[in-house]
Structures are given as structure tokens and as C-alpha cells.
């Protein structure tokens, strides 16, 4: 495997289970020492333990993205550990769907709290080290609903949607210190988080996709390694689709 990430780290919220897991062992096969920030002690802890025993380079660290302070004292902390910050990506999210009518305050401000409050914690958590350094890359986990919308997932979608706003922000905000902002909108990806949709709404949705299949955690875990490389060290400001051209 090419070891696109040597001598850089990358911070990856949500990474003890699904996609974030993928992504971060993809990084680690290509080099990269991998810092996990999650609420999942157990899974993200016995994640890390097996790499490590496995001779890669990686930190489990308890962080509720949700927590301002918990960020902080995780950015620095891992920075003291390996010097350096250079990857973020912010794939930590929830769902708590409904329909507006049916949506209670505390179901839409927990996934605001993950979703787009924790996003903006982790980041400017980090990105004082990725300035300093003058080098950076940020992706952050969107999805096509925040794109096209979605039944039932009005905190979702607002969610997902500042996301994207967000991203082409930052892209402006930190080009001038060396930092790529992107976002990745991924389609039905094969993780527990689509349990909860039902049988029938999940085979619809795979009838209305051209390439007939839902994504597995991989394929958003290559698009990331992509946006994190050297050879996209001029894309800043996008929302890639990894969807199977479910919305175009
Ligand atoms: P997942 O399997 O549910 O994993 C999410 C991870 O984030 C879990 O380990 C979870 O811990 C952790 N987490 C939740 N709240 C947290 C917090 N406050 N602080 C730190 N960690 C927290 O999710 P996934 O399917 O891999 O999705 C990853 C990202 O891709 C999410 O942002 C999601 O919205 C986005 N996405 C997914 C799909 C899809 O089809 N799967 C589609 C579009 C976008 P617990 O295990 O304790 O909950």
C-alpha cells in the first residue's frame, strides 16, 4: 500500500466503530500515525490495542465532541504525544430521526449538539496546530440529505447542511495558512446507522441508485485518503458525493 500519510497524524472523531473505523485503518496502511476521538471507550480502546499490537502507531482518547474544554485538552494532549496535527476529520455524528411534527426539542438539539456543535469544537480545537504548522487538511463528514433533503430528518439535514456551509467557510478562511477544508456527502453507507431506516425505504433507495448497491465504509474511507493526500493539495471548499450517483 502507498504510504501517502508518513509522518503525519490524523485525528479521526467517531472512529471507534463504522466509517470512521474504516478511515482509520486505511490511514494507517498508508502510514499515518491515527489519533481517535470517541465516546466509545470499549470499541475504540480494543480498536487501538489490536493496531498497536499489530505495530502501528495510533491513541485512543475519550473526547464527547460535544465538550469545548474535552477538545482542547485532547488537541494539545496529542499534540505533546507526536508534535505535529496535520489531519482532522470530523465524522462523529447521530441520528434521532422524525417528522417535524412528531420532533421534540431535545431530538433536534442533540443532533445539532453532535452534528455541527461538535464540528466546530473540533476544529477550532486543532486548527491553531494546523496554522502554526502551515499545513492542514479538514473533512467533514456530510451527507447527500444535507444536500437534497430528507423526510423525517429536519436536525439531520440542518445539521449536514451548515456542514456544508461551514466547509466552504473555513476553505476561505484557512487557504491563507495552508489548510484544505472539504466535505465528503456520503450516500447509504453499509454501517449501523442505517439499521434504523427500514427494509423498504433502504430497498427503494438502492432501486433509485444507477450503480444498484448500497456503499460499504470503504469506499468514503478512499475518499477521504484523497482529500488528505498530496494530490489534492489544490481542492478546497468542496462536497464530494460518494453516492453510487444516487443524487446528481
Ligand atoms: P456510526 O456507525 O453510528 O458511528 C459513529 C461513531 O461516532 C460511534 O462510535 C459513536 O459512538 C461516535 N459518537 C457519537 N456521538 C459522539 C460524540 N458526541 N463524541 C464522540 N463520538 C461520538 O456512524 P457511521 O454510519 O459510521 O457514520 C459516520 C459519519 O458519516 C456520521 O457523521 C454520519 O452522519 C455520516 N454519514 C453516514 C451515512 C451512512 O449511511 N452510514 C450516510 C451519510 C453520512 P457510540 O457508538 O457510542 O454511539
Redesign the pocket.
Known sequence: MRQRFTNKTAII??G?????MATAETFLEQGATVII????EE?GQAAVDRWKAAGQTCLFQR????DYEATLEAAAAAHQAFGRLDILIN?????RDSSLKNMSPEQWQSVID??LT?VFNCTKAVYPYMAEQGFGRILN?A??VGIYGNFGQSNYVAAKAGLIGMTKTWAREFGPKGITVNAVA????N????TTIPEENLKAMIQHTPLRKMGE?QDIANAYAFLASDEAAFITGITLSVDGGLVM
Open positions: 472523531t467517531g471507534s466503530r463504522g466509517i470512521g476521538w470517541d465516546v466509545n470499541g473526547v464527547d465532541t460535544r465524522n462523529a455524528g447521530i441520528t453532535v452534528n461538535g463528514a451527507s447527500i456520503p450516500g447509504f453507507i454501517t449501523e446507522m442505517v465504509a
